[in-house]
């Protein structure tokens, strides 16, 4: 069984400061994880992914993540951020095996102030 | 590259009624097609799997009389809410994938509201 657990599920952060998404897994094999962004009353965008190539991801708008195998965790950042980061971010494993099933986190709801 | 578009993007019926939504891939043939359904503030809850020319197959809870789902083509897949009830309204999206599969391209998502 695999399972995902976002550890915030709210994160408030200044415009132009860091931002830290954390992200926890469990899996019994080695997975593929993602992370979605979820704008209002839209549908998900792909930040990036992992698939067993190199351990530190960078995705779109400035963002990465690093995967650690010994933490079993995928943690979202961000140098700087922006206004228009304010959304909804879901942490996603793809257990291959279980038919591309995806599991997602409960999400964290990102909320950028002037 | 990689979109998904739904069709409608937001519908509101009356009880009774039945609503058929659309996924379609524009630019790439999906192996398989899914159907999320997702409450406010909630995440997505996995209803079906779909590949075109098979039957779905439906997570555990989920009426397969109540959801249709056809897949007609590689870049067409629709649900249909049979008889909608009030409780039956929520966010409705889809995904599809291609190549190796691990990747999920997510539709903009239909809002249905039934009265």
């Known amino acids: 069984a695999q399972s995902v657990t976002q550890l915030d599920s709210h994160v408030s952060v200044s415009e132009g400061t860091p931002v830290l998404l954390r992200c926890n897994y469990s899996?019994?094999?080695?997975?593929?994880l993602f992370w979605y962004v979820q704008h209002p009353n839209k549908g998900l965008q792909l930040l990036l992914k992992y698939t067993s190539a190199a351990t530190l991801v960078k995705g779109i708008n400035g963002f990465e993540a690093e995967f650690k195998k010994s933490e079993t965790s995928f943690h979202l950042t961000k140098p700087s951020a922006h206004m228009s980061d304010a959304a909804e971010y879901f942490c996603?494993?793809?257990?291959?095996?279980?038919?591309?099933?995806?599991?997602f986190g409960g999400g964290t709801r990102v909320l950028v102030k002037p | 590259g990689a979109v998904v578009s739904q069709h409608p993007s937001r519908v509101i019926c009356k009880s009774g009624t039945s609503v058929k939504i659309e996924c379609r891939s524009l630019d790439f043939q999906a192996t398989t097609m899914f159907w999320y359904r997702q409450f406010p503030k909630q995440s997505l809850m996995l209803m079906a799997t779909s590949n075109e020319g098979s039957k779905a197959t439906y997570e555990q809870g989920v009426e397969k009389d109540k959801f249709l789902i056809n897949h007609a083509s590689l870049t067409l897949s629709t649900l249909t809410v049979t008889s909608a009830h009030p409780e039956d309204s929520s966010f409705y999206i889809c995904s599809a994938n291609f190549g190796d599969g691990e990747t999920q391209y997510f539709g903009p998502g239909t809002r249905l509201l039934v009265l």
């Open positions: 996603v494993v793809n257990l291959k095996a279980a038919g591309n099933k995806l599991t």
């Open positions: 899996s019994s094999y080695s997975p593929s």
